[in-house]
């Protein structure tokens, strides 16, 4: 099975904190990632790709470490409005089949 | 209006009942998925379609079936519903933008009780 592992979370930072998420996936062939934004009983949305080395949007930077198979997202000045589950997700394709395969969602609350 | 509405919303039925979810889209776009999530398992794709005449099982596609009936039209069925079938379902298109990027848009979701 195509595996995506990320930090199993909670956590729970004060506003204005930095935080980091990882994630690990399995297969070396991939070439472009995702981290999706879920809140509550929502649908999961979009929130940065990554497909070089890493890229920057606002207070989000994604990183990506090929050698490693790792990914990470860091969010900076930490707003309450940040307070979602955050999903890693990897695109697997080949031998006719496609999927992409999502990590469980790390869950971040920011405090007050 | 939302791009992607998935109906019904909210669903209680009983084992061995068949029940139809669907999901319509605005977009235009000739990808469309189901998944399925439950708590602590995250998403997992049922079925997926690249267009009209093209459907494929994703992982987990036992118990379930889909038609396609139009570009915007992608229906899941459960023939005979049982409750370890009871999670959140969401329906997703796609679409490649720039340098052939995909970015999948999620529906609103529905929450399906097998009782």
């Known amino acids: 099975r195509k595996e995506v592992e990320q930090d199993p979370g909670p956590f729970n930072v004060p506003e204005g904190a930095t935080v980091a998420f990882n994630c690990t996936y399995s297969?070396?062939?991939?070439?472009?990632f995702f981290w999706y934004r879920q809140d509550c009983r929502k649908e999961p949305k979009l929130l940065m790709s990554?497909?070089?080395s890493g890229n920057e949007d606002g207070r989000f930077t994604a990183q990506l470490n090929r050698a490693s198979q790792y990914i990470s997202l860091l969010i900076r000045d930490s707003k309450l409005s940040d307070s979602a589950t955050y999903l890693c997700?990897?695109?697997?394709?080949?031998?006719?089949?496609?999927?992409?395969?999502f990590g469980k969602g790390t869950k971040l609350s920011v405090i007050p | 209006d939302a791009d992607v509405t998935q109906t019904p919303r909210n669903r209680i039925t009983k084992t061995g009942k068949r029940i139809m979810l669907e999901c319509s889209q605005t977009?235009?776009?000739?990808?469309m998925y189901w998944y399925r999530q439950d708590p602590g398992l995250g998403l997992r794709l049922i079925y997926y379609?690249?267009?009209?005449?093209?459907?494929n099982k994703g992982e987990i596609s036992d118990g379930y079936s889909v038609s396609r009936q139009a570009q915007a039209k992608f229906s899941l069925s459960l023939e005979s519903a049982i409750p370890n079938q009871t999670a959140l379902y969401f329906c997703?298109?796609?679409?490649f933008g720039a340098g052939g990027r995909e970015t999948q848009y999620f529906g609103p979701g529905t929450r399906l009780l097998v009782l």
């Open positions: 997703a298109t796609s679409d």
């Open positions: 297969n070396s062939a991939s070439q472009s």
């Open positions: 990554v497909y070089s």
């Open positions: 997700v990897v695109p697997y394709s080949g031998a006719g089949s496609y999927q992409l395969t």
């Open positions: 977009k235009g776009h000739d990808r």
């Open positions: 379609s690249f267009d009209v005449k093209d459907i």
